[in-house]
């Protein structure tokens, strides 16, 4: 679900139980869920919402200057150090640097990434749609501060480039992560369970986003 909040859309995944109270949790990533008691109609999950709008927004907000790497000094030459599937290579290892000069190098080697992490989620995406009987709308990379994927009511999914900078394993968890959308749009334990039937591991990969994901910026 989402609403508008103050000219922003704040998104989120209700999760229905047992409970008899209504609880806001925003995990690291910026994940908002609701968990709130069955039968709870929509108006009341997003006036619920509505009413703690400031509270989430500054919640987001911090979640995001805390990912926000300090000003590093990024050497754009021959042997400056880049992450590429959780390794760090020196420039010229990764993308041509002859005769660029430092605005040229920058742009080249996001389109590296961006070429990369398309090609990735493409080799192994298809190995998880066959075994969870899903498939996406459509794939697309996009950059953002924010998410490293996502996956919309209508069954688009997005990742973020900077994934090619992790490992394979991560890129895998954030890959099955949202396939699992397709079939929970929620955050709930079937979700999890359905994660981890082809993950067990699963929460090491979100501990490693949560860890170094600040070091996967250009």
Not at 6 to 11: G, L, S, T
Not at 20 to 28: L, P, R, V
Not at 42 to 57: D, L
Request: net charge positive.
């Amino acid at each position: 679900m989402k609403i508008d909040y103050d000219n922003q859309v704040i998104e989120f995944n209700v999760q229905y139980g047992n409970g008899k109270k209504i609880s806001i949790h925003i995990d690291s990533s910026g994940r908002i869920t609701l968990k709130v008691p069955k039968k709870t109609s929509e108006e009341t999950i997003k006036s619920v919402v509505e009413r703690n709008g400031k509270m989430i927004v500054e919640k987001l907000q911090s979640l995001e200057a805390a990912r926000e790497t300090p000003k590093m000094i990024r050497a754009y030459e021959d042997e400056g150090k880049f992450l590429y599937l959780g390794k760090y290579y020196s420039l010229h290892e990764l993308i041509e640097t002859a005769e660029l000069s430092e605005e040229q190098l920058q742009l080249k080697l996001k389109k590296f990434y961006f070429s990369s992490c398309k090609k990735l989620i493409g080799e192994r995406i298809t190995r998880y749609q066959t075994q969870l009987r899903v498939k996406p709308k459509s794939i697309e990379i996009v950059e953002s501060r924010t998410k490293w994927g996502s996956c919309s009511s209508d069954k688009k999914l997005t990742f973020n480039y900077r994934l090619a900078m992790a490992p394979v394993e991560v890129i895998d968890y954030v890959i099955i992560h949202e396939l699992c959308h397709l079939l929970h749009m929620n955050h709930d334990r079937s979700f999890w369970r359905r994660v981890g039937s082809l993950m067990p591991d699963y929460k090491e990969k979100e501990e490693y986003l949560a860890r170094y994901g600040r070091a996967m910026t250009l």
